[in-house]
């Protein structure tokens, strides 16, 4: 992979850097007086802004623009991260929360739209594998790093400010990548260098491989966000074990498939690898409230790892490859846009069932159906589409 390529996925893992400190923002939320009525809904609204505003900037980036929205939004992230020292009112902190998301959503979109360019389309599985890894990596490093400062600290605040420091990082890596960006894109063909029309984007979306990937890989994220948000009430129902040691297996395991598999996913067929993994993610979902031993509970978080570390990275490499050249970027970020939808409406739909009186082992079985929806869409994209070798 080029300079560009592995600069530009760092500038996405300080963004990832950037919110995953903020795993203990509802505690802070209650150290600084903030209601608790306030508190859920002010940690949900970054990623609401996150998700609100993805589809309103993709059509207006593109491959010229991108660098100039990233390098500003690092500059509104160093100030918004700072902030946090200061403000500890509600309306305040919903100012602070969306420019946060702001932030957040022109940062990754524009490193997107520009890292799609230096992926070879043969080496689609091995590039995504290197981006997910990545974007994994601060979720596993920053809060046991986090914890082991708070005490020499004043309160979290601080560390949300110091985090900053990576943006500062990614500021100079951007600055550096400027004339190479410039350099390395000036081959290209002009039609790929300027934003795709309203017509080019309907005309994308109607591409059944492209709209059935977006769907799969949506509904891939529902799953993955039902465990995220719910698998803490899960485990403390069943006693099944920890879950933060669930957690760590799952995102190990993920890491491990994607470091070792990397290259070996662009020698398989692409569509029958998803597949199996999601017949091996449909009976270890199903399984979860059943798993009262430790020895079966970590098991499956291990299972979990696996099918989630094949699947994702495959359904973007099969997404960039049934995208038209002009629209890889688009269709990327359009990708994270899924996972911006499943993470806001999946805690709000979950938490609405279980006041109704579902249980979380219900939520898990409705998870279970959601994949077994996306095993069907691959089986049928699988008869229709075939990606180019």
Same mark, same amino acid.
């Given at each position: 992979?080029?300079? #560009? ?21 509802? /505690? ?5 007086? $903030? %209601? ?7 940690? +949900? ?16 980036? /593109? ?36 420019? /946060? ?17 230096? $992926? ?21 490093? $920053? ?12 309160? #979290? ?24 960006? &410039? ?33 799969? *890989? ?5 799953? /993955?966000? *039902? ?10 129902? *069943?006693?099944?074990?920890? =879950? ?10 993920? $890491? ?5 598999? +990397?290259? @070996? ?7 029958? =690898?998803? &597949?199996?993994?999601? @017949?091996? !993610? ?7 409230? &059943?798993?009262? #031993?430790? !020895? ?12 989630? +570390? =094949? ?12 995208? %038209? ?61 075939? %990606?180019?070798?």
């Amino acid at each position: 992979m080029t300079f #560009e390529f592995v600069a530009l996925t760092v500038v996405l893992l300080t963004a990832i850097c950037n919110v995953s400190v903020f795993y203990s923002f509802y /505690h802070y939320l209650g150290a600084i007086g $903030i %209601p608790v009525g306030w508190r859920g809904f002010l940690v +949900g609204l970054e990623p609401m802004t996150a998700f609100i505003l993805r589809l309103v900037i993709l059509p207006w980036l /593109h491959v010229r623009n991108a660098l100039s929205v990233m390098l500003a939004s690092l500059f509104l992230l160093i100030a918004v991260s700072c902030s946090y020292m200061w403000v500890q009112s509600v309306p305040a902190m919903i100012v602070v929360r969306m420019l /946060h998301g702001t932030a957040f959503v022109l940062l990754t979109s524009g490193a997107i739209s520009l890292v799609v360019n230096f $992926i070879p389309k043969e080496k689609s599985g091995q590039g995504f594998s290197i981006i997910s890894i990545a974007t994994m990596i601060p979720y596993a490093v $920053i809060p046991p790093l986090t914890e082991a400062l708070l005490p020499r600290v004043r309160n #979290e605040a601080d560390l949300y400010a110091g985090v900053s420091l990576f943006a500062v990082l990614a500021i100079l890596l951007s600055l550096a990548l400027r004339g190479r960006v &410039q350099e390395a894109l000036r081959g290209r063909e002009g039609v790929l260098m300027r934003r795709p029309t309203l017509g080019e984007i309907r005309e994308n979306l109607g591409l059944w491989a492209v709209s059935a990937l977006l769907a799969a *890989t949506l509904l891939v994220y529902l799953a /993955h966000a *039902t465990l995220f948000y719910f698998m803490k009430d899960l485990a403390l129902s *069943t006693g099944g074990g920890e =879950v933060g040691l669930f957690f760590t297996l799952s995102m190990a395991t993920m $890491i491990a498939v994607r470091a070792f598999g +990397g290259i @070996l996913f662009d020698r398989m067929n692409k569509l029958v =690898v998803v &597949q199996g993994g999601l @017949l091996l !993610l449909i009976p270890c979902l199903f399984a979860l409230p &059943q798993a009262r #031993e430790r !020895l079966a509970f970590y098991a499956l978080a291990g299972l979990y790892g696996l099918c989630m +570390g =094949v699947i994702l990275p495959l359904l973007n490499a099969l997404l960039f490859s049934a995208s %038209p050249p002009l629209m890889r970027g688009l269709n990327t970020n359009l990708g994270l846009f899924t996972m911006d939808m499943a993470y806001f409406f999946v805690p709000y739909l979950g938490g609405l069932l279980i006041a109704f009186g579902a249980d979380f082992a219900c939520l898990f079985y409705l998870a279970t159906g959601i994949v077994l929806c996306c095993l069907l869409l691959v089986v049928t994209l699988k008869r229709r589409w075939r %990606p180019e070798p």
